[in-house]
């Protein structure tokens, strides 16, 4: 069985900075693509930024030069570093990861709450 656990939400001011971790266990043979969606309310979830395994990166318009997504392979770990944070970055935000046990599957986070304050 495959988990996804993810830390590092919370609440902070607008211009501040939080930094997403979420880190893969289980019997995991290879990980594909990893990446972070968000949910705000009233919203469907929407995609915010992924990393290949090959190493290319790709953001949502919104979250561009802001945020930067990266990846320890070797711990099984995706990060989002999120700086110049705004009102509307605010959601719930989910870890995702295309992971390879014996076949291939979308493993989704619990999801984490950032919430930036005006």
């Known amino acids: 069985q495959v988990q996804l656990v993810e830390s590092g939400g919370g609440l902070v001011q607008a211009g501040g900075s939080l930094r997403l971790s979420c880190a893969a266990f289980g019997s995991i043979f290879s990980i594909n693509a990893m990446g972070w969606y968000r949910q705000a309310p009233g919203k469907q979830r929407e995609l915010v930024a992924v990393s290949t395994s090959g190493g290319s990166t790709n953001y949502a318009d919104s979250v561009k030069g802001r945020f930067t997504i990266s990846r320890d392979n070797a711990k099984n770990t995706v990060y989002l570093q999120m700086n110049s944070l705004k009102p509307e970055d605010t959601a719930v935000y989910y870890c995702?990861?295309?992971?390879?046990?014996?076949?291939?599957?979308?493993?989704w986070g619990q999801g984490t709450q950032v919430t930036v304050s005006s």
């Open positions: 995702n990861a295309d992971i390879y046990t014996s076949y291939y599957y979308v493993y």
